[in-house]
T-cell receptor
Framework: EPEVTQTPSHQVTQMGQEVILRCVPI?????FYWYRQILGQKVEFLVS????????KSEIFDDQFSVERPDGSNFTLKIRSTKLEDSAMYFC????????????FGPGTRLLVL | SQKIEQNSEALNIQEGKTATLTCNYT??????LQWYRQDPGRGPVFLLL?????KEKRKERLKVTFDTTLKQSLFHITASQPADSATYLC????????FGKGTMLLVSP
């Protein structure tokens, strides 16, 4: 079965530093997503991306966050100035275009902000 | 505001029994509902999707029902096995998914 991949698997950073989380969605998918999960809490939607632009974003996705699809295969999430509360698992997901179908999730990046 | 509740944080059952997990929602009219499995430290893995005009869906030992009047979905695992132990997430949405907090299922041998 095709897979979404994410790098790195773990990232430790100092508060105030910028981080970039990388994802390679499944090749024929056209919708891309970032979700996060704070330890012990539910999976929360951050942003969706389609046709090279953000299609929806949640209240969590403020000006500190940005997404990009720089080269047609990678999909990145940048956090400009990390805060302690950004510590979480970040999941990338993608899906095929068409009738609403399943989302394929990556294994996640565990981000720890110190 | 929209709310999704999964019946309990944890459910313990004996191997071979049927596990039944509940997902209730309020202030929501979803076009579809999905169930995912999540193992510790891993991403959600899709199990089943059911649409608003479908009452029931099955896949191997899994069965999902969807009652839009009660605003409830039931997720059943029949002949449960220890390998079914995981957290099961209910998710609703149109263009994006809103997840419940999940129910941790533990199947004892």
């Amino acid at each position: 079965e095709p897979e979404v991949t994410q790098t790195p698997s773990h990232q430790v950073t100092q508060m105030g530093q910028e981080v970039i989380l990388r994802c390679v969605p499944i090749s024929n998918h056209l919708y891309f997503y970032w979700y996060r999960q704070i330890l012990g809490q539910k999976v929360e939607f951050l942003v969706s991306f389609y046709n090279n632009e953000i299609s929806e974003k949640s209240e969590i996705f403020d000006d500190q966050f940005s997404v990009e699809r720089p080269d047609g295969s990678n999909f990145t999430l940048k956090i400009r100035s990390t805060k302690l509360e950004d510590s979480a698992m970040y999941f990338c997901a993608s899906r095929w275009e068409g009738e609403r179908t399943r989302e394929y999730f990556g294994p996640g990046t565990r981000l720890l902000v110190l | 505001s929209q709310k999704i509740e999964q019946n309990s944080e944890a459910l313990n059952i004996q191997e071979g029994k049927t596990a039944t997990l509940t997902c209730n929602y309020t202030n929501y009219s979803p076009a579809y509902l999905q169930w995912y499995r999540q193992d510790p430290g891993r991403g959600p893995v899709f199990l089943l999707l059911i649409r608003e005009n479908e009452k029931e869906k099955r896949k191997e030992r899994l069965k999902v029902t969807f009652d839009t009047t009660l605003k409830q979905s039931l997720f059943h695992i029949t002949a449960s096995q220890p390998a079914d132990s995981a957290t099961y997430l209910c998710a609703l949405g149109y263009s994006t998914l809103t997840f419940g907090k999940g129910t941790m299922l533990l199947v004892s041998p």
